[in-house]
T-cell receptor
Framework: TQLLEQSPQFLSIQEGENLTVYCNSS?????LQWYRQEPGEGPVLLVT?????EVKKLKRLTFQFGDARKDSSLHITAAQPGDTGLYLC??????????????FGQGTILTVHP | SAVISQKPSRDICQRGTSLTIQCQVD?????MFWYRQQPGQSLTLIAT?????????ESGFVIDKFPISRPNLTFSTLTVSNMSPEDSSIYLC????????????FGPGTRLLVL
């Protein structure tokens, strides 16, 4: 069973602070996705990273895929109350019986206070 | 990308009854999945809905409890059978696309409360 360890589980910060969420595994993933979910809604895809060492930026969010494709991080600069939500990382393996399936991290509940 | 809708969005059911959740995708997709999620927690994969064949269930989930249909490439249903309060959860369907990574797009979820 592949495990994707996500940390921290909870994060409560003030508006304007920076934060980083980590996802780590001993398994290699062909791609890794980050999702954000608000109460009452389904997870919304933020980014997919595929190449080891890849860095993608989405406004104040920076995503990085580890060189060995076993870990990833999400960094938010100058957090805003609108960033509040549940953040999920999910890794995919290509081929075999796991094709197309995602392994999800435990999630990080982020609360940004005004 | 894919846009996914689910019906119903929420329901309150009596124990012992069954509920069928519908999932519609706005384009043909190869893979569809069903998940269960407790509020504020991560997702647990129930099964992969295969078009034209039986669904593939994850450990701990069985067809008698969660029968799944996938008659075509844009539609799937999940039935929660003989419900008990322990089945109260959020049920999500997703559509998988390939290309640059195995990305999944999610529906808004069905919030089920079993009394």
């Amino acid at each position: 069973t592949q495990l994707l360890e996500q940390s921290p589980q909870f994060l409560s910060i003030q508006e304007g602070e920076n934060l980083t969420v980590y996802c780590n595994s001993s398994s290699v993933f062909s791609s890794l996705q980050w999702y954000r979910q608000e109460p009452g809604e389904g997870p919304v895809l933020l980014v997919t990273v595929v190449t080891g060492g890849e860095v993608k930026k989405l406004k104040r969010l920076t995503f990085q895929f580890g060189d060995a494709r076993k870990d990833s991080s999400l960094h938010i600069t100058a957090a805003q109350p609108g960033d509040t939500g549940l953040y999920l990382c999910a890794g995919a393996r290509a081929g075999g019986t796991s094709y197309g399936k995602l392994t999800f991290g435990q999630g990080t509940i982020l609360t940004v206070h005004p | 990308s894919a846009v996914i809708s689910q019906k119903p969005s929420r329901d309150i059911c009596q124990r012992g009854t069954s509920l069928t959740i519908q999932c519609q995708v706005d384009s043909q997709v190869t893979m569809m999945f069903w998940y269960r999620q407790q509020p504020g927690q991560s997702l647990t994969l129930i099964a992969t809905a295969n078009q034209g064949s039986e669904a593939t269930y994850e450990s701990g989930f069985v067809i008698d409890k969660f029968p799944i249909s996938r008659p075509n490439l844009t539609f799937s249903t999940l039935t929660v059978s003989n419900m008990s309060p322990e089945d109260s959860s959020i049920y999500l369907c997703s559509a998988g696309t390939s290309g640059r990574g195995e990305t999944q797009y999610f529906g808004p979820g069905t919030r089920l409360l079993v009394l």
